[in-house]
């Protein structure tokens, strides 16, 4: 295979994945029809309405609940990254997934350019522009669920008594300070950047191949549609993340 090919003199690997690698584990691209996420209306997710509104936190807390309840686990387009790192072939993934699969499945350093489902955090008591301005307190997300089990619809802050929210980054929500900064140095280190499951379409995420080849990388595309950057990409692999990806490493690494 021409992957395996391209790949075989890697030592750089670096991973680029949006929802594409995550669908083999069940979880529903945010966008595709009757998944968890498009039972609940978008406009709920907006991180004003979530500070304004405890009715809208509550529903927010309810989705997260209904989230966690399916027993998500990584699949091989997961393996198959947490592997080369392990191989000392791969220097980590910079995801768009808040699902903490990457992790799951063994991958040691992971940017995740949108947060993560797996802890929640303080965002203050009101806080402005789209930005956390807590007291630093967070937990992983099982603390809020234990509140929810107690029967606090809206739990607070245990230190500050502020809002907490899932520590994701919400439709008008400022990224984490610092976050694009570790992605595109993790990228520009790439000597083979592979993207996964992910159209490039929006920002921060439209930015980072460029800076992988503006750093001499070579930039490869897995994808079931086409991106804007297949153009300027030395190999495109239409199909799914896990089905691309498995056989390719079981033949890279035996
Ligand atoms: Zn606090």
């Not at 209904?66 to 997961?78: D, G, K, S, T, V």
């Not at 509140?147 to 245990?158: I, K, Q, S, V, Y």
């Not at 900064?181 to 992910?198: E, I, K, N, P, Q």
Request: some cysteine.
């Amino acid at each position: 295979m021409e992957l395996v090919e391209l790949l075989r003199d890697a030592r750089a690997v670096v991973g680029f994945t949006g929802a594409g690698v995550s669908t083999e584990s069940g979880i529903p691209d945010f966008r595709s029809p009757g998944g968890v996420w498009t039972r609940y209306d978008p406009r709920n997710f907006e991180f004003d309405r979530y500070v304004t509104d405890p009715e809208v936190r509550a529903l927010s807390w309810e989705m997260r609940t209904e989230f966690f309840a399916e027993p998500w686990a990584p699949n091989r387009a997961h393996l198959a990254f947490a592997r080369l790192e392990d191989a000392g072939r791969c220097l980590g993934v910079v995801t768009q997934n808040i699902d903490g699969l990457h992790q799951d499945a063994g991958s040691r350093t992971v940017v995740e350019l949108h947060g993560t489902a797996r802890r929640v955090m303080c965002i203050g008591h009101r806080p402005e522009y789209g930005t956390p301005a807590g007291c630093g307190w967070d937990a992983p997300h099982t603390w809020a669920f234990e509140r929810l089990d107690a029967g606090e619809a809206d739990p607070h802050c245990p230190r500050c008594e502020g809002l907490v929210k899932s520590s994701t980054v919400s439709f008008g929500q400022q990224l984490f300070p610092g976050v694009v900064d570790a992605a595109s140095d993790l990228v520009r280190r790439a000597d083979v950047l592979v993207v996964v499951g992910s159209s490039l379409q929006v920002y921060p995420a439209a930015a980072l191949p460029m800076d992988a080849i503006d750093a001499g990388a070579r930039l490869v595309i897995v994808n079931d549609e086409p991106t804007p950057f297949d153009g300027v990409a030395d190999l495109v692999v239409r199909g799914r993340a896990g089905e691309v990806l498995g056989p390719v490493v079981d033949a890279l690494l035996g």
